[in-house]
């Protein structure tokens, strides 16, 4: 099915298109993305539940990894395609970008509410933890370059793939067994989202544990369908705007690619799965990380690493910077707001958009 779709990409002829068009087959894959993306929060949720599966490592695992079928798509195409640094900006910037989806979820559906004080599992610390060590080793793949190659592949990205995997193993043990345990009443957002949750449970109470697995592959083939429509057009709209791949990489791309993240997690929010929620967007900002493997074994040109500019190691120290922040609200769990949102999320969405001013200038 990837095969045909990508047959029909090329006798489309995106080059030959207008930005319209080129835009408009943007909007129609992103909608179909955001579609999706709705659907999976409901079906991992459901899963964990049934299995006795986490909900910060089936947030982590599962969900971050179908969320994150679209930069898989991006990666791919851009890579392969020799667009390294569209590529590469677009794992970046998305970990910037998917932790500021948490700030605008507070800011627009837990209004009054932080939503770090509904997500005081453990388990998230060291989910941020691990993300924010597997983020400094990209930026120390990009400040040094490639050291050295493999079978013409990039120690980097097999280190980064490999830390990844370790990373889950810490968390799939360290949820079972907690060593902090937080403090203060946990209270039920104004919404009762535990109801429509409940409305959810009885939705699919018929639903077989297999059939969630069947829609849970469906939503994610749609999703994975949506990101490489995005992939190819976001390329050409680079191209015929000129604002180079590197910004739209950053932005552009990395934002509706972000769209199943943005769905998922104002899904799970709205049944009230706020640590599912939350580690959601950590469990697929460490998953870019990982992709960087992908793109490296589908760049022809060399490897992947040395075709990035500079500017890249500056993304991945913004996106340390707002994970750090989200940790530091999670474990504060304070009961404060600046304009309906937590401080935590004011603090990431004012730091997202002064780095993403200061990365357009550099």
């Given at each position: 099915m990837f095969a045909l779709i990508i047959e029909l990409i090329s006798m489309l002829d995106l080059q030959s298109q207008s930005l319209a068009i080129n835009f408009g087959i943007f909007a129609v894959a992103a909608i179909f993305v955001w579609f999706a993306g709705t659907k999976l929060s409901k079906y991992v949720d459901l899963f964990a539940d049934r299995t006795g599966l986490g909900k910060a490592f089936a947030g982590?695992?599962?969900?971050?990894?179908?969320?994150?079928?679209?930069?898989?798509?991006?990666?791919?195409t851009a890579s392969y395609s020799g667009a390294a640094e569209l590529a590469g900006n677009n794992l970046l910037g998305g970990v910037v970008m998917q932790v500021a989806v948490l700030a605008l979820i507070d800011a627009f559906v837990l209004r009054g509410r932080p939503l770090t004080l509904f997500s005081p599992q453990s388990s998230l610390i060291m989910v941020g933890v691990m993300l924010i060590a597997l983020i400094a080793l990209a930026s120390a793949a990009v400040s040094s370059g490639e050291l050295f190659s493999i079978a013409g592949v990039g120690v980097w990205p097999i280190l980064l793939f490999a830390a990844y995997v370790s990373s889950l193993w810490v968390i799939y043990r360290y949820e079972g067994d907690p060593r902090w345990e937080p403090r203060g009443e946990i209270a039920q957002p104004p919404e009762s989202a535990r109801d429509i949750k409940d409305a959810h449970q009885d939705q699919y109470r018929d639903v077989s544990t297999r059939g969630l697995v069947g829609y849970f592959a469906v939503a994610s083939s749609i999703v994975l369908t949506g990101g490489y429509f995005v992939a190819v057009s976001g390329e050409v709209i680079a191209e015929q705007t000129g604002v180079g791949q590197s910004f739209v990489g950053a932005t552009l791309v990395a934002l509706v690619t972000s769209l199943p993240e943005l769905s998922t997690t104002y899904s799970a929010v709205r049944f009230g799965a706020y640590s599912m929620a939350a580690a959601n967007i950590l469990g697929t900002n460490s998953?870019?990380?990982?992709?960087?493997?992908?793109?490296?074994?589908?760049?022809?040109?060399?490897?992947?690493?040395?075709?990035?500019?500079?500017?890249?190691?500056?993304?991945?120290?913004?996106?340390?910077?707002?994970?750090?922040?989200y940790l530091w609200g999670i474990l504060e769990r304070r009961d404060k707001t600046v304009f309906g949102m937590g401080v935590d999320s004011f603090a990431v969405l004012a730091t997202y958009l002064a780095g993403l001013a200061v990365f357009y200038t550099i």
């Open positions: 982590a695992l599962l969900l971050g990894g179908a969320t994150s079928l679209p930069e898989l798509a991006t990666t791919l998953l870019e990380i990982a992709l960087f493997l992908p793109a490296e074994l589908a760049y022809r040109e060399g490897n992947l690493f040395d075709a990035l500019q500079p500017s890249a190691a500056f993304l991945a120290a913004l996106g340390i910077v707002v994970t750090s922040l």
